[in-house]
């Protein structure tokens, strides 16, 4: 029995990753020095915006197509359903589905629970869950409120399940819990593993998991050429085959700080190996994910060559993108493995990468296998990144990076971020459907929509011209980004 199932909670990222939100410095310093998981996840002695957990949770477990998800806190924490409820239109069309919708319910806990206790507010909830949706299986999100009060989730849901008749997942996300709101993914993987993943009735050798968010359906189109087909997991699915993942040959994902804490637990729990390579994209990162797919699914003979006629078929055009971004300065800000890859695909696309910003950094992976420490593979096949820092999010601390730096251009996996790209005249590409730049194709359509993000310079620098930033002169003065960071002490 795979350890990490029978508790009820999972390791928080800061003590299982040792994971970090403050550093600057160079990529290979950090990576050095997260080899020896010498840095400590210090705090900043000022911060302008945070996140939590509970949003990381919800991108899991909102648009699980027959799912419930009561979110056991205040109202305000509850605040993204109806972003939800609109990006469930767009994304399902996206992946050719049809158009399904987010099934939230909130426990509205008020001051006076917070005396008394919120256990019949929740189970109310349930009930109008099952009332209302009829759903296969409800999560239960907790909430800082929860967790401070000691609402017992876990009995709670238990006794729920035995009353409903159905799954009932309590997701132990409350925001104050961790520093690193990835975490709440790895909060909701926990549940879905401990409640929701059966063992394998029978094996699918041709069938792939693959961990994502939402997003238009490329993988399949990849893997088909060597014969195989895509499990995507687990928004826009349903809890039968979130129940099934276990019958699949291996499991990839689409990022490294997304999913390899699941990948891990159905490694070591039913034997499902995890693809240990980093996520397809760049030319030379796809051709080693699909060798690594083909050694689980027996498509060894045929790889090599499928590999060898997609850089045939992409050469004239690749040939084409590069001539018209050489040159040219990127910045990328992402989470913690997507910078990596973007970071890869930037330099295969011959532009020259200036620096890096990433959201966290985990010091180790999950498993504690060096073959899935992208910033390592990054390093080993671009070189030094001279510029390399982790923030989580804070604009005023990214404006003066990027302003000190001068890119030409700035790729960003947030959207909020492409405004500070836009208020300081620098074209921003966003990376919100990552699933579009995987494999060969999507390599290609990120050059072109680089360079057509390149021809807006122009428009962007008449906008920055009349902008005010809302900082001080002191701070716009200031020569260190880093002045409020407090480091990697505690
Ligand atoms: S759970 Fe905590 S950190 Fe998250 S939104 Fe609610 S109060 Fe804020």
């Known amino acids: 029995m795979n350890t990490m199932l029978n508790l009820t909670e999972f390791e928080i990222r800061e003590r299982r990753l040792r994971s970090v939100i403050s550093y600057h410095g160079t990529a290979s310093d950090l990576n050095e020095k997260s080899k020896k998981t010498a840095l400590k996840c210090g705090s900043r002695t000022y911060q302008q915006c945070s996140d939590c957990s509970q949003g990381c949770a919800e991108t899991v477990t909102y648009l699980i197509k027959d799912a419930a998800v009561i979110v056991h806190s205040p109202i305000g924490c509850c605040s993204n359903p109806s972003l939800t409820e609109l990006q469930g239109e767009v994304v399902t069309r996206q992946r050719g589905l049809k158009p399904q919708r987010a099934q939230i319910i909130c426990s509205n806990i008020r001051e006076k629970d917070t005396i008394y206790g919120a256990s019949e507010k929740l189970k109310k909830a349930a009930y109008a869950a099952k009332e209302r949706f009829n759903p296969s299986a409800i999560f239960v999100h907790s909430?800082?409120?929860?967790?401070?009060?000691?609402?017992d989730l876990e009995a709670q849901t238990d006794?729920?399940?035995?009353?409903?008749?159905?799954p009932v997942i309590p997701v132990f996300c409350e925001g104050f819990k961790s520093r690193i709101w990835s975490t709440g993914f790895d909060a909701a993987f926990h549940g879905i593993l401990r409640k929701l993943v059966k063992p394998p009735e029978e094996k699918q050798a041709d069938l792939v998991n693959v961990f994502n968010f939402v997003g238009n359906d490329t993988f399949s189109g990849?893997?088909?050429?060597?014969?195989?087909?895509?499990?995507y997991l687990v928004p826009l699915t349903d809890i039968r085959t979130i129940s099934k993942m276990s019958e699949a040959a291996c499991t990839a994902h689409i990022c490294e700080t997304l999913a390899t804490y699941?990948?891990?637990?159905?490694?070591?729990?039913?034997?499902v190996p995890e693809v240990k390579t980093p996520a397809p994209f760049?030319?030379?990162w796809t051709d080693q994910w699909l060798r690594e797919v083909a050694k689980y699914t027996g498509k060894e003979?045929?790889?090599?060559?499928?590999?060898q006629s997609e850089h045939e078929r992409i050469q004239p055009e690749l040939e084409q993108i590069r001539e018209r971004l050489k040159g040219i300065r990127v910045y990328i800000f992402a989470g913690d493995s997507y910078a990596h890859s973007l970071a890869n695909m930037a330099t295969d696309l011959g532009l020259e990468l200036v620096g890096l910003t990433t959201l966290h950094h985990d010091q180790k992976t999950d498993g504690n296998t060096e073959e899935l420490n992208t910033l390592n593979h990054l390093i080993k096949d671009k070189g030094e990144i001279e510029n390399y820092s982790v923030c989580n999010k804070q604009p005023f601390q990214v404006i003066k990076i990027v302003k000190k730096l001068q890119p030409d251009l700035l790729i960003v996996r947030h959207m909020n971020m492409t405004i500070l790209g836009t208020k300081l005249g620098i074209p921003s590409v966003l990376e919100g459907d990552v699933n579009v730049s995987a494999g060969y194709d999507g390599f290609i359509k990120l050059g072109k929509r680089l360079h057509e993000a390149l021809l807006r310079k122009k428009v962007l620098k008449t906008i920055a011209d009349h902008v005010e930033l809302p900082y001080t002169d002191w701070w716009l003065q200031e020569e260190d980004p880093f002045y409020f960071d407090g480091g990697n002490k505690l």
């Open 143 to 151: 909430s800082c409120a929860a967790g401070i009060i000691g609402e």
């Open 301 to 307: 003979e045929i790889v090599e060559q499928v590999i």
């Open 282 to 284: 760049g030319i030379k």
């Open 159 to 166: 006794q729920l399940e035995k009353e409903l008749k159905i």
């Open 222 to 231: 990849l893997l088909k050429k060597l014969g195989l087909r895509v499990n």
């Open 262 to 271: 699941i990948a891990n637990g159905l490694e070591k729990q039913y034997g």
